[in-house]
C-alpha cells in the first residue's frame, strides 16, 4: 500500500415515506419482493421488532422471520403459484449471497442488502435463469450487470463499517447496483451517460417503490458537483485513471472504489485525508466495460 497525492479527475421521484433504522441507515421499505427479504435484514442485525414504513401503510415488523409468501412487484394479489415462484427465488438468492459470503465479503449489511434485492428483476427475462449465477450479464448497449460477488465487495470496501450519508454511484447501468446501495446509504445518487440505460434503470426502479435513490443523466466523469461531497463514490466502469473531479467530490474520510486500467484491471481504493491529500491502494483483480467521457 502506497500513499501518494493526485488529481484525479432527477430523478426518480419518492413515492412513499421512508424509516431512518438508528443502527443503520434510512431504508426505503416498498410493497414488493424487496419486503420479504429486508425482514432478513432485520434478522441478520439482531434487532428485536422495529416499525417499517410500507406502501400500504405502517405495520410493526418482526425480527424473526420464517419463510412466506411475497406480494408481487405491482402489489397486486398473486396466486399460490406466483407466491411459490417468488419463494424459489428468495431461496435461490440466499443461496447466492451465501456464496458472496464463501468468497470473502464480511459486512453483514451489504449481505443483507444483496439479499433483499430481486436481481432477476434487472435482467432480460430471458436470462432470468441465469440471474443468481455469480456472473455479469449483458443489459445491452454493450454493458453489463456486474457479478454479486464484486458488487458486495466494492460496497464492502466503500462502506467500511460506516454508516453512509450520501454515495454517488457513476453508471446507473440497469439499476441494480443503485438499488442494493439504497440499503446501505441514506441517499444514493446515481449517473448514467446513456440514454436508453437511464431511462431502463428509471423503468426497473419505479415499481419498487424506492423513496432514496435519484438518478441522473449526464457525463458520470464530471459527477454531480452541486450535490458533493459524497461519503462514498463508486464507478461501474473503468478508466486508466479516476477523474480529478470525482476525487475531488469525496468527502475528507470518505472512500472512492474504482476499477482501473484497460486489458489487465485491478479494484483501486483511494481514501481523502484531507484537503488536498488522498491515499491510494491496488486490492485485487477485475473486469469492467470501459469508463467513457459524454452522453448519448
Not at 427475462?125 to 456472473?135: N, R, T
Not at 449483458?138 to 460506516?162: C, D, F, L, W
Not at 473503468?238 to 475528507?252: D, S
Not at 472504489?257 to 484531507?274: F, H, K
Request: aromatic share 4%; proline share 4%.
Amino acid at each position: 500500500m502506497s500513499d501518494k497525492e493526485r488529481r484525479f479527475p432527477l430523478s426518480l421521484s419518492s413515492v412513499v415515506d421512508s424509516t431512518k433504522n438508528s443502527r443503520s441507515v434510512k431504508v426505503a421499505m416498498p410493497q414488493t419482493a424487496v419486503q420479504n427479504a429486508a425482514n432478513h435484514q432485520k434478522s441478520s442485525l439482531k434487532s428485536s421488532s422495529e416499525k417499517t414504513t410500507f406502501f400500504g401503510g405502517t405495520k410493526t415488523a418482526q425480527a424473526k422471520v420464517v419463510d412466506k409468501p411475497v406480494p408481487n412487484v405491482g402489489g397486486e394479489q398473486t396466486s399460490s403459484r406466483s407466491n411459490s415462484s417468488f419463494m424459489v427465488s428468495d431461496r435461490i438468492r440466499q443461496a447466492m449471497v451465501a456464496r458472496v459470503a464463501q468468497q470473502g465479503v464480511k459486512d453483514a449489511l451489504v449481505l443483507a442488502s444483496m439479499e433483499a434485492i430481486p436481481r432477476h428483476l434487472f435482467i432480460e427475462s430471458g436470462l432470468s435463469g441465469q440471474a443468481y449465477i455469480d456472473a455479469s450479464l449483458p443489459i445491452g448497449h454493450h454493458q453489463t450487470i456486474s457479478q454479486p460477488y464484486i458488487v458486495a465487495r466494492m460496497i464492502e470496501i466503500m462502506r467500511n463499517g460506516k454508516v453512509l450519508d450520501k454515495v454517488l454511484e457513476i453508471g446507473t447501468g440497469c439499476g441494480y447496483q443503485a438499488a442494493v446501495l439504497s440499503l446501505v446509504a441514506k441517499d444514493v445518487y446515481s449517473i448514467e451517460r446513456i440514454k436508453a440505460l437511464h431511462e431502463l434503470a428509471k423503468e426497473n426502479l419505479r415499481p419498487m417503490r424506492i423513496a432514496n435513490i435519484r438518478l441522473h443523466y449526464g457525463d458520470g466523469m464530471l459527477g454531480l458537483p452541486q450535490v458533493a461531497p459524497f461519503d462514498g463514490i463508486i464507478l461501474a466502469a473503468a478508466g486508466m485513471e479516476v477523474p480529478q473531479a470525482l476525487l475531488e467530490q469525496l468527502a475528507v474520510g470518505g472512500r472512492l472504489i474504482a476499477p482501473v486500467g484497460g486489458r489487465n484491471q485491478v479494484l483501486q481504493l483511494i481514501e481523502r485525508l484531507s484537503a488536498k491529500e488522498w491515499r491510494s491502494s491496488v486490492l485485487e483483480q477485475c473486469h469492467f466495460v470501459p469508463l467513457h467521457q459524454g452522453v448519448i
